[in-house]
Structure formats: C-alpha cells, structure tokens
C-alpha cells in the first residue's frame, strides 16, 4: 500500500515527506517503549507512536524505518522535524489514538511485523 | 463485548480475574502509564507490553475492561498477585501490539 | 568499597585480529545527561558503515547496538567515549563510560531489568531491554564494570561469516 493510501485513511496530515507518500509499505509497528522498536521493529515497516522526541527520528533511521505515524494527533517539535528532513524519513500525524489507527490499518491489510531476536546466546 | 468473549475470539491466555467477564466499550493501547492515565476511557481493554505490577493500579482507578499484554509478556508475580486481589483481569497474547489492537479494534467494530 | 564484575557472551569464535587490515577507526564522545544530543553519535557510525559499502544487515545490526549502548552512557554515565574499528572481517564497537557502574550485570542482562528514572522512562526508555538488545544483536559481547568507576563494552559484529 502506498503512503498515500495510508494517509487518507487516517485522515493524517504530513509533517515531514510530501514528496515520499508513493512509497509502499505492507507493515507496521506500535510502541512507546523504544527499546522495543529497537528490538523489534523490521526495516522498512511503520513506526506507531505517541512519542514526539528527536530519539523515535534517530531510532526510524538507525532502523531503516519507512515512515513515523504519530498518533492523538501530536505534533513533533522542531528539532524533530528538522532532522526526519535530514534523514529523509516521513513523519504524518493522525488524530486517531494508537488502537483505532491500527485498528483502521489492519481492517485495510497492513499486518503487523515481529523480527525475532535471537535470543539466548552460547555463555562462556 | 464481554472480556471472556475476546478471550476466546483472540486466543488469548487468561492469566487473572477469569471469573469477571466486564464489558470492554472501547480500548486503548499504549506503553506509558501516565499517557493511559491521562487518556483511557472507562471500559477500555488496555494493550500493553508493560509488566510491572503499577498496571493493575491505572486498571483500577481507570476501571478498565482487562489488561491484555502482547508479545507474550507475562506478568511480573507481583504484579499477578494484586491483579488477582484487585480482581482484575489480565489476558496474554502471543500478538505484538500493532496486530492485537487491529483484530480487538475491529473485533469490537464488528458487535456494534 | 569497589566491586568489579564482568561477563562475556559470545554466538561465534573471536574474529577480530589485531594484525588485521584496518579501515575504519574512530573515536566519538558522548555527553552524560544530554538528551538533545543523544543517539548522534550512532547516526554518525551509521553513515560511516554505510559510506564503506557494508551489507545492510550489519550496518543495522552495529547502529542498533551502537544506539542501545550510547542511550546507556547519556542515562548513567558522566561521559562516555564510543571507539569505532572496521576490519574487512568485522565492526568493533567499544563503549567506556565513567559513572556509576552495574552492581550486577547478570541482574542488568535480564529483560525488563531497569533502574531507569522516571524522566527517562517517560521518554520511552528504560524497559529494561538495553543489554538485552545489544547481546541479542551482536555476534560477540564482552561486558565488565566497576561500581563507581564506570563501564565498558565491547560489540562485534562479523561482515564475513566463518
């Protein structure tokens, strides 16, 4: 589904990326926690937060994230938002709590994504 | 739609109060207690990966419908025991957040 | 009175030979405390990695626990240097920092182990899977600290699987 798509369904609004929303994304991740992001989060899916500090920009890039949906209709402050310019990632808000955006984006086919860690490893 | 409904509907691993079967109206999800203090709604099912027993106090002073943790998370012992006292009702799932609140999402849609 | 601990968990033999051809090495500073500037550092080693030409799964892999292990030095520490070294057989990710040390590392291993302040829990921190993260992440981790003193780390992340 293209960015484009998601946007109308969230009735988002673009903050950061107008010239992105042709780009796909099939896969999304929600989390306040960013160690979990960290943990988690695929390259290339959706970041889901109610979070707004320049951490969730630098996390999206260290991560390859596609694109950062902000939700409860929060507003990112300014140094967040110049430097998803500067990495190039798209940041939309949507007035929709975090359980009704992903609620109206998994009714619309975008499923979720759990990368597993490996876990465990050999101790010596 | 009652709690033990979703159990059920959603597979998920019903760890405290299974006797209550409260009507969940809504949900939220969210990881930081002071955003769900701040912004659940009464009869909310909550979606959270946080374990630490101060769930089951926002549960209550909320009156939320059920906890529902995600990504198998189990709940810390202590906080199992004031949920079992509190009597509130804590559900696992083995879903991360994103798909678990896009199923409860159009699960309660659906009922409406 | 002083205690030191450290711990080593590795997934595969040490690859990483001090003869070796170096192409990369560098040296970065990380503020205690400093939220704003938090997480530059990863950013920067990130760039560098991807200006070599790395496999992106590695690239990933070295800016995530670079990332997990710089967000511990702002959160405890007083200041931290983080040494970057790219052989053509691995990135080597070494983080000391002066500060308050870990008491237990085994206790701070575990998932959900947090001793994190309010402040920074709120900003979606401190869940307790920063180690975690880094161990799950790297394909060799050395940890060692001194209570009152500091930390150190050491990640490897091999380019070319044996």
């Known amino acids: ?124 | ?112 | 009175m002083r205690k030191a601990s450290s711990a080593v968990w590795k997934k595969l033999k040490p690859e990483v030979n001090a003869s070796e051809n170096i192409l990369v090495k560098n040296s970065f500073d990380v503020d205690g405390g400093n939220f704003d500037t938090a997480g530059t550092v990863s950013t920067r080693i990130k760039s560098i990695l991807k200006e070599q030409g790395l496999p992106s799964d590695v690239v990933r892999r070295s800016a995530i626990v670079s990332y997990e292990a710089e967000i511990n030095v702002v959160s405890y520490a007083k200041r931290g240097v983080i040494n970057l070294t790219v052989t053509p057989a691995a990135v080597e990710i070494a983080v000391n920092d002066e500060g308050p040390g870990i008491p237990d590392i085994e206790k701070a291993m575990q998932q959900g182990y947090s001793t994190a302040s309010q402040q920074i829990r709120e900003m979606g921190f401190g869940a307790g899977m920063g180690l975690y993260n880094i161990k799950s992440y790297s394909d060799r981790f050395d940890i060692s600290s001194e209570v009152d003193k500091g930390t150190f780390l050491k990640m490897i992340i091999l380019i070319q699987k044996p």
């Open chain 1, 1 to 124: 589904m293209k960015l484009r798509e998601i946007k109308e369904i969230l009735n988002a609004e673009v903050i950061v990326g107008e010239d992105k929303l042709d780009i796909e994304v099939k896969t999304a991740f929600g989390a306040d926690l960013m160690s979990d992001v960290l943990a988690f989060a695929k390259a290339g899916s959706m970041l889901l937060t109610g979070l707004t500090n320049t951490q969730v920009v630098r996390i999206a890039n260290v991560l390859d994230i596609a694109a950062i949906i902000l939700v409860r209709g929060k507003k990112p402050p300014a140094e967040a938002i110049a430097l998803a310019k500067d990495v190039h990632i798209p940041i939309l808000t949507t007035k929709y709590i975090l359980f009704e955006t992903a609620g109206r984006l998994f009714a619309k086919g975008i499923v979720g994504c759990l990368e597993k860690v490996e876990a465990g490893s050999e101790r010596i």
């Open chain 2, 1 to 112: 739609m009652e709690t033990g409904m979703i159990a059920r509907e959603l597979n998920l691993k019903v760890m405290s109060g299974a006797d209550k079967n409260n009507n969940a109206t809504g949900g939220y999800t969210g990881d930081l207690l002071s955003d769900v203090m701040a912004n659940a709604r009464e009869g909310d099912i909550w979606i959270t990966r946080q374990v630490h027993q101060n769930i089951v106090a926002v549960a209550t002073l909320k009156d939320l419908a059920a906890i529902v943790l995600v990504n198998s998370c189990e709940p810390a012992r202590d906080t199992l025991e004031k949920a079992m006292k509190e009597n509130v009702v804590i559900m696992v799932s083995s879903q991360p957040a994103f798909e678990l609140s896009g199923r409860i999402f159009n699960l309660l849609n659906s009922s409406k």
